[in-house]
T-cell receptor, first 117, second 114 residues
Framework: EAGVTQFPSHSVIEKGQTVTLRCDPISGHDNLYWYRRVMGKEIKFLLHFVKESKQDESGMPNNRFLAERTGGTYSTLKVQPAELEDSGVYFC???????????????FGAGSRLTVL | SQQGEEDPQALSIQEGENATMNCSYKTSINNLQWYRQNSGRGLVHLILIRSNEREKHSGRLRVTLDTSKKSSSLLITASRAADTASYFCATDGVGGGSNYKLTFGKGTLLTVNP
């Protein structure tokens, strides 16, 4: 099966601009997650979709971040306007297990590296 | 607060040696997982150990879990240059639907020298 695909792999933008990251999960995976790793720090949870619904967005830093998942398929994460501290690698992951499923093993994409200048 | 915290932050060994990485966490868990990330790639799941298990093996990997100490270790035996990567532990929480959310640490960067 195809893995989790993320686009773009690297984006360089200036402070104040807008960037949209895209994630295509594994087909049939209802759960989709966004994580972020800022240089040298831990991988932090941003949010979790179950199909098209946001299950948990407690990790979203602020209202400059907007995530959507159209029809429960691919997801986008928009940052508008971007700030310097938004730089990092944004990972998308998906899983088949639903809420309360038990073990939740994630399949990750390669990540989208965002550099804000 | 950070849940998983790996130790050491960096480890350099020679091919053929064993590598041991540790992870500590703060809250009760359902499961603990270890993931590997090669440079420029996504994280890859290695092994999962449940809270009622104490040890688990998978090929050259051995994971232990001590829930009384809230710690886990990952042992890679007979390491190879291809094992060079960052290794992360990830935990999920107890109760309700919180087990869907994995909490990662900063990772251990393992370098295996040929």
């Amino acid at each position: 099966e195809a893995g989790v695909t993320q686009f773009p792999s690297h984006s360089v933008i200036e402070k104040g601009q807008t960037v949209t990251l895209r994630c295509d999960p594994i087909s049939g995976h209802d759960n989709l997650y966004w994580y972020r790793r800022v240089m040298g720090k831990e991988i932090k949870f941003l949010l979790h979709f179950v199909k098209e619904s946001k299950q948990d967005e407690s990790g979203m830093p602020n209202n400059r971040f907007l995530a959507e998942r159209t029809g429960g398929t691919y997801s986008t994460l928009k940052v508008q306007p971007a700030e310097l501290e938004d730089s990092g690698v944004y990972f998308c992951a998906s899983s088949r297990g639903g809420r309360g499923y038990g073990a939740n093993v994630l399949t990750f994409g390669a990540g989208s590296r965002l550099t804000v200048l | 607060s950070q849940q998983g915290e790996e130790d050491p932050q960096a480890l350099s060994i020679q091919e053929g040696e064993n590598a041991t990485m540790n992870c500590s966490y703060k809250t009760s868990i359902n499961n603990l997982q270890w993931y590997r990330q090669n440079s420029g790639r996504g994280l890859v799941h290695l092994i999962l150990i449940r809270s009622n298990e104490r040890e688990k093996h998978s090929g050259r990997l051995r994971v232990t879990l001590d829930t009384s100490k809230k710690s886990s270790s990952l042992l890679i035996t007979a390491s190879r240059a291809a094992d060079t990567a960052s290794y992360f532990c990830a935990t999920d929480g107890v109760g309700g639907g919180s087990n869907y959310k994995l909490t990662f640490g900063k990772g251990t960067l393992l370098t295996v020298n040929p």
